[in-house]
């Protein structure tokens, strides 16, 4: 029996706007481009940087979220498979296609919500913070609180 895994997972920036379309059953398809990049320093200490490009494509409802929530330049975390496809262009050249289908799709961009104003960002539904956090005081018995250089046993 083989067993076999064809799973994706891409942190990076969109590079450009989501684009919509729909299939002729109505079924929303949204696609774009996103950058991954990778830095590291040559033997004479010089940063050298290298980016790779991903097509992303994502159907029905996470395509519509896409669509609403992703803008150029947003750095989101894509979860899916990857897919090849072959095709004719219109000069009857043959081209190869090398997609990331999506199936989740978490947005990392740390912006607070202007109706908001808290810590609380509805977007990427994450508690960030907020400038009046202290948790110092949440438990009113000590036996809550950890013991300064005690041993955690993992």
Known sequence: ?????????????VGQDPEMK????GIPVASFRMATSESWRDRDGAVKEHTDWHTIVAWRGLAEVIQKLVKKGSRIYIEGRIQTRTFDDKFNNRRHVVEILADNML???????????????????????????????????EDYRPVKGEDIPF
């Not at 029996?1 to 994706?8: A, E, G, P, Q, W």
């Not at 729909?22 to 059953?25: F, N, Q």
């Not at 508690?127 to 110092?136: A, H, K, L, S, V």
Request: net charge negative; proline share 2%; glycine share 8%.
């Open 22 to 25: 729909h299939t002729p059953s």
């Open 1 to 13: 029996m083989s067993r076999t895994l064809n799973k994706v997972m891409l942190i990076g920036n």
């Open 107 to 141: 947005l990392l961009d740390n912006k607070k919500t202007k109706e908001n104003g808290n810590g609380y960002d509805l977007i990427t539904d994450e508690y960030n913070g907020d400038d009046n956090d202290n948790f110092d005081n949440i438990f009113d018995d």
